[in-house]
Every structure is written in structure tokens, then in C-alpha cells.
């Protein structure tokens, strides 16, 4: 498969380039910053801003599957505290809706995208304490996130919605809970097991137009 990921220099970007291309496909990385991309062996790189419609409608043709892992690295605490921003408020939003539209276009429909558990159909599952904290310290990300699948849900094509909960740097156990009723067993799952189930996704066809709560 020839799969374009959008959001490739974050921790769980990385993780799905490093999956993806252990397992043959072909994989092209579309970063605002080619040099922070791992230095991965037979990976391409599109340098682009996801907020430029016409560069990521540049970029899409040609591909069978695009991943989109996007999402603001910063820290939430010096956002609060009035830190400059490197990256759009709306980054999640604003870069799908150029995804979508430039996967319609060129007539491309399996859409993968990486959000996180407790907006959409899992916000009444997430535990009183991380709903405060969400409120109080990730209130933008989350409404970010909650319009970017918004945004999904209405595009027509063959999406999934993964949302997995708090991602670590740990390494793959193979372990995963992959639950369409938003159940999960644990708070917190590696990057690495993430990525081995988006690598499922792309080389199966489960979980078509549906959200899946992802947890250890």
C-alpha cells in the first residue's frame, strides 16, 4: 500500500512511519520539517504545511491510504501561561478539512485518524478527573479534536477514528484493547502499540465509518 501520514513528526507520526514501513508499504511523510523525521530507510518526505490547502492537495494524489496522527506538541502549561504558539489553535480542524477535501478530489476514500479518547462518542466514558483536566487545561486541544471528527464523520469516505488513551514511549507489549463501545482497561498504552494497530487498520479493512477506543 502507498500511505501518506499527515502529523508524522510526533511521537505517535513517528511510531506509525517506523510500523508501516516494517511492513513493506510504502510510506510518505508530509512534515512542516523534513529534518525532524526519523531516519527511516526507503522514507519519503513531502515538506508542507498542513494548513496550506494547496500543498496538502499537492501532496495526496498517488496514495492508497492517508493517516492523520495531527495534534500540538506544546506545552498545554505554557500555553496557559502565554507561551508563543508554534502551531495553529485549529490545527486538527483546519489540516483534516484540507485532507478531506483533497482525498475527495482526487477520489482516494480510507481515512485513518488519530484523536483521542474522551471527545465524540467516548466523551461520557472519560473519567471525572481527566474530564477536569481536560476542561482546565486541554480545552482547546479537546475542541480542536472534537470539530477535526466532526469533520470526519460527515466527509463521505471510509474513515476510522482511533482514540487511544494517554500514549507513552514504552515499548510494543502487542497488547491492545480495541473496543467500538468505548470501553478500556488501562489509562495509559505505548506509541509503539498505537502504531501496531493502525498498521492493522491499513492492512485489513475492520472497522469502516466507526470510533475505536484504544487502551492497553
Known sequence: MKVMVFGSTGGTGR???QALLGAGHEVTAFARDPARLPPLQSLRSIQGDVMDAAQVAAA????DIVVVSLGNSQNPFALLLGARRTTAVNVCEAGTRHIVAAMQASGISRLLVVTAFGVGDTRTKLPLAFKLFYKLVLSEHMADKEKQEELVKAS?????????VGLTDGPA????????AGTIRRSQMSRADAAAFILSLVNGKGYSRSTVALSG
Open 60 to 63: 495526496i494524489p498517488g496514495h
Open 156 to 164: 463521505g469516505l471510509d474513515w476510522t477514528l482511533v482514540q487511544p
Open 173 to 180: 507489549t502487542g497488547i491492545w484493547l480495541a473496543d467500538l
Open 15 to 17: 511510531a506509525t512511519l
